[in-house]
Structure formats: structure tokens, C-alpha cells
């Protein structure tokens, strides 16, 4: 993936979804990993802007977790019956060796980045740009999971904008 004009914050937090996708078994990076990646590393404008609005890493994980364990409920399979079959060798993450290749979701969101990016007259891509990526996949994963903790997109976007007004006045 090509990092031009990603700020370091940006940078990190995208690598950070990779790392969050590991960690969840995810097979590939998708807009929620995106997600839980700028809530990892904690900087930015968007992680501000999640955070003033009572997103939590930790809440936005068991939400994922829920979706995903609702998703294989729904074909018949129980997380939680095969977590108490296998006992300590139930492991999720995958290796870190492991190439995992961005979601179609994520792949539109880093896309609708570097549209705000220029819609919003900015030389970088940063954290807030990422963020309205995300957002801008109204039925993705992480807007689910964001309503779902009861945050549209909507409040999110003014939040986001209200902060880069205040830092850059």
C-alpha cells in the first residue's frame, strides 16, 4: 500500500489495523480493523474525536467480536461452544508472518480518504481523513459497529469538523 501523503499518526494507525486484524483472526484488514486502528494507537484528530464521544477501544472490540460472532450464529456455528470445546488452544491471532490483504470496505475507505483529503483542500492524509473514509460506507462494518454504540456518522463528521476548526484556529 502506497503511504503518500499519510501523516505518521495516519500511518501508525493504519498499521495498527493490520495488527488488529492479526489479533482478531481476522483474513483480512476491513473497515472496522481501520477502526480499531486509529482507537490503538490514540492520536490524531479522530481518535480524539471517537474518544470525545465514548468510544473505547475496548467497547469497539467486543462490539466486533459480537458482529462477528452473531455472523457465524447465523449459519449455525457457536464462537462460544468452539472457544469451550478446545479450551486453551483456542487461539485467534494469526501469525505475524501471515500477508493480509485490505477488505474491499477497507480498500473504499482508504479510497474515500484521499477524497476528503481533496475535497477538504489538505496537502496530507491524516487520522480525520481516514475516519470520514470509514464513514463514508454506510452500510461497512464500523459505521454498524458505531451505531451500534449508539454514534451516527452524522455526530461523528460534526465532532471531526469541529476539532479541525479548533486546531486550526
Known amino acids: 500500500m502506497m503511504f503518500n501523503r499519510f501523516t505518521d499518526k495516519s500511518r ?6 493490520f495488527e488488529e486484524a492479526r489479533m482478531l483472526g481476522h483474513d483480512s484488514v476491513g473497515d472496522e480493523d481501520l477502526l480499531l486502528g486509529i482507537l490503538s494507537t490514540d492520536e490524531g484528530i479522530a481518535a480524539e474525536a471517537l474518544s470525545s464521544l465514548g468510544v473505547t477501544l ?13 455472523a457465524l450464529t447465523s449459519i449455525g456455528i457457536s464462537l462460544d461452544e468452539i472457544r469451550m470445546e478446545a479450551g486453551d488452544v483456542f487461539e485467534m491471532r494469526l501469525p505475524t508472518n501471515r500477508r493480509l490483504p485490505l477488505s ?7 479510497v474515500g480518504a484521499r477524497k476528503a483529503m481533496r475535497m477538504l483542500g489538505d496537502s496530507y492524509l ?3 481523513h481516514v475516519l470520514l473514509g470509514i464513514l463514508g460506507n454506510e452500510d461497512g462494518t464500523a459505521v454498524r459497529i458505531l ?4 454514534l451516527s ?11 479541525r476548526g479548533r486546531a486550526a484556529g
Open 12 to 17: 501508525k494507525s493504519v498499521q495498527a489495523a
Open 58 to 70: 475496548e467497547d469497539a472490540r467486543e462490539a466486533s467480536e459480537v458482529m462477528f460472532s452473531s
Open 104 to 110: 474491499p470496505r477497507a480498500k473504499n475507505a482508504l
Open 126 to 128: 491524516g487520522t480525520e
Open 147 to 150: 451505531a451500534g454504540m449508539g
Open 153 to 163: 456518522p452524522e455526530a461523528l463528521e460534526d465532532r471531526l469538523y469541529q476539532l
